[in-house]
């Protein structure tokens, strides 16, 4: 499985990271946003739903309490921070969203790993001190300059 | 469907089940409170058979009908009471959502009523409103878990969008700086208990300013200066501890707690504490005096907090600030039906084709 590593050195280095990364992002991609609290998952997620649909990353936030956020036809941000049970996910009915969907962000995605895609992509976030961050992407497809022109890139 | 004004007091039947909570309630002439029933009040009497989770849609299906028949019991009234039936459609879980939006439309539809739509934040506002004489134009300040909003509010219930949190939720912030200190989810109101207890001034924390709006507000930056801090020292003997506490008691006093928490953390939660309620009250008052607002509106789960309550008046100086009374911050239904009677007066129905709207905004900016 390939992965890459980038390093950002601030949030604005990270949300632009995101957009870059959004235009590999193909229709129907279902990426997991790991780490820990502060890492920058939230950060991230503006930059590729920025990308991706080109909403302001300021009308971006954190899905934890709602759990979901649409941002436009099909394309969902998720957080799953505050389930504990597998039951819990289960009634959020990632089922049907994955089926339709054309872009799902999930935070936390990885407690729950077997109701996660297989395929899905994985970005890891580690904190490397102050604002710098660590993120390393797997199995994403690599960059491609017409598909990123493409998605309006 | 004519609706006369001079036909007596008017009742509506408000539903809402947007997120965690089902809630069923009638409200008398937008403002009497007949009745206001929340599910999870009921979790300890088991009376719904058992624990309700609080969550999702299955589980909203499983508490609608008995929360809205208690509540028209408690009311002492039946269906043909009713002037119109109200239902959150939105902000909120399309799931959740629909299950009350569909209770609604089914009791509209059997008894020949008007259905009306309200906006989740909208009833927030008229958790205050509906209760208490605030002049207009007013500023609103809508906190909680999910949301953190300020509003101008003009004449004749006009909204203006002034600024929102760009990451997480003032609440977002408290619940999840009280798991990482090991005081469980949601530890929120354990914080602004514990809060008390220490130097406000003791932590020093630096917020960045907001490019681009102002009034718009951050909290992620926050949650992890909390995070750096607790890493800069090791509290991990601490954590543990009160995690066994919450472990063995989801529900422990004060006391217990404070036991459990050296002075230097409990100097961290009351400089945390009062950072939050610096940044929502500064963004307060500057667009209160922007906007020659006459009052201040402090509503949602978060309005409970001692700290925000205790500083607001003298924050806000000449202008009047008004909290709702602690039963109606957090979720409830009274506040849809009692938002739902302008709408009522002014003849605003909604067709049994209601949709459920996720991302439903009451104002632009």
Known sequence: ?153 | MVVSPTTGPMKILGIESSCDETAAAVVEDGSRILSSVVASQFDAHGKYGGVVPELASREHLRAIVPVVREALEKAGCGYADLSAVAVTYGPGLVGSLLVGMTYGKAIALSYDLPLIGVNHIEGHIHAVISQNPVELPSLALIVSGGHTHLFEIREGLHYRLLGKTRDDAAGEAYDKVAKLLGFGYPGGPVLDRLAAYGDPGKVKFTLANMKGNRLDFSFSGLKTAVLRWTEARDITAEVEARKALFRENPRPTTQQWLERTPQATRDLIASFQSTVIRELLRRAQSSAEQTGARSVIISGGVACNSGLRRDAPAKLGRIPVYFPEPSLSTDNAAMIAAAAFPKLARGEFAGLDLKAEANLALAGA
């Open chain 1, 1 to 153: 499985m390939n992965a890459e590593r980038f390093e950002t050195a601030s949030e604005e280095e990270t949300i632009a990271l995101g957009e870059r990364l959004a235009a590999r992002l193909p229709e129907g991609s279902v990426v997991l946003l790991t780490g820990n609290l502060g890492a920058g998952k939230t950060t991230l997620a503006k930059g590729i739903l920025q990308g991706w649909i080109h909403l302001p990353a300021e009308e971006i936030s954190s899905p934890t309490f709602t759990l979901i956020h649409e941002y436009a036809e099909g394309v969902y941000h998720i957080d799953l921070y505050r389930l504990d049970t597998r039951a819990e996910v289960e009634t959020l009915g990632l089922d049907d969203i994955f089926d339709h969907a054309r872009l799902v962000l999930i935070e936390w995605g990885e407690r729950f790993p077997e109701l996660m895609p297989a395929n899905s992509v994985r970005i890891e976030l580690e904190s490397a001190g102050q604002d710098r961050r660590a993120i390393q992407v797997t199995a994403l497809r690599p960059a491609a300059p017409d598909q990123a022109r493409e998605t309006g890139k």
